[in-house]
């Protein structure tokens, strides 16, 4: 029940409404007993400091950055962490007295969704597809849990070498640049591009190279229905881990970070369902 004490959380994007967060939030807020409401606000670009703003000025406790604007947040923050710093690209935002700390927990929620499917990633050969916002903060998660090796795999073989120098400046060791259409062997393979949104885009790898010893993790959701990806890798008996898994879990550590305790999982993956 909305009270004159709720707190207010939110989703800034465009579009938002067909967006599955408020659905996810609330029912943990439900689950667990806190007095929030998590609502979508849908922002153009040229106004996104003032929303910014505004959300300060209403004391909200923060909020959720979608497309198009998680690169748009950086100069809006005050403090970020590494995986906002070096993916360029800020998902949630807490609003403190002093300020606004910025996080991205994209790649966090993808190690979680690995974990929740029993796929190891500690010393182990990554192909990341892909080399924006998202592949970043993935990157810098893998990094942190030990991956052996991290090949980046791009269209734009320059973007990707942009993302290997910035992931060299974290310290992180076997990175390796290739173009989308030469695949090294790995033993894990994520695809942070945006092919699978629509049911006619190609899968990102050759179809052969969907085959036993290896893991697939898929960024890309679709409220609904499988990725093609998703759907090869099931039906060659493949560990799969598909974007809502990604999307539930990058979730529950905003939820973390905006309350401070650990949420009712099972309740916020029931509302997605
Ligand atoms: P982005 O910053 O625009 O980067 C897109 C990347 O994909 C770039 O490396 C781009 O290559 C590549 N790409 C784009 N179109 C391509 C195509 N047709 N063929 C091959 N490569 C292509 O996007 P992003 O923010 O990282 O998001 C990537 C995907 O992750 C989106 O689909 C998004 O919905 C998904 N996502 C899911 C979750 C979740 O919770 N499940 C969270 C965040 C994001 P170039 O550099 O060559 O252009």
Redesign the pocket.
Known sequence: MISGKTGLLALVGQPVGHSLSPAMHNAAFVADGLDFVYVCLDVDPDELPAAVKGLEALKARGFNVTMPH?RAMIPLVDELDEEARVSG?VNTVVIEDFGLRGFNT?GG?MVMACQEASIELSGKSVLLL??????AAIAVAFGNVGIGELHIA???VE?AAHLRDKLQGTGMKGLLVHH?DVLPDAEIVIN????G?NEEDPIPVPPAYVREGRAFCD???RPGTQTPLVRLARERGVPVVA?DR??LY?GVLAQKLWTGREPNVKAMDQAIS
């Open positions: 998680k690209a994209d929620g892909g080399a924006g916002g998202t592949a791009n269209r734009s973007r989308l942070a591009t945006p092919l949104m960024a890309v959701y974007g990604m999307l990058q």
